[in-house]
Structures are given as structure tokens and as C-alpha cells.
């Protein structure tokens, strides 16, 4: 069974490194949007990795 928080964090990064490369080649918003995504994803991807749930 998968953990939502590595669900979250996968969509969110994502969407994070599509916005990066729209950045690259368009708004800097986007970039940054991106950047901030990304980096929001991959915190809950590594969360998600160092403390999982234990089943009874």
C-alpha cells in the first residue's frame, strides 16, 4: 500500500520540474514556481522515504 504523502510529493514534483522547464523557456514566474514546487515535492517524497508507517 502506498503512502499518500509519496503521492502528494510525486504530483507536486512533478508539476514542479514541468514549470521549470516552461520557465526556461518563457516566464521567469514559472521558474521560480517551479523551483518552489519541486523543492515543496521533493521534502515530501524524502519525508515519505526517512519515516514511513508501520502496519500493526
Do not use: C
Not at 502506498?2 to 514549470?19: C, E, M
Amino acid at each position: 500500500m502506498s503512502d499518500i504523502r509519496l503521492v502528494i510529493g510525486g504530483l507536486f514534483l512533478v508539476y514542479g520540474v514541468i514549470l521549470v522547464v516552461a520557465g526556461l523557456f518563457g516566464s521567469p514566474i514559472n521558474l521560480w514556481t517551479g523551483l518552489a514546487l519541486a523543492a515543496f515535492g521533493a521534502a515530501f517524497v524524502i519525508w515519505s522515504r526517512l519515516n514511513r508507517i508501520e502496519r500493526d
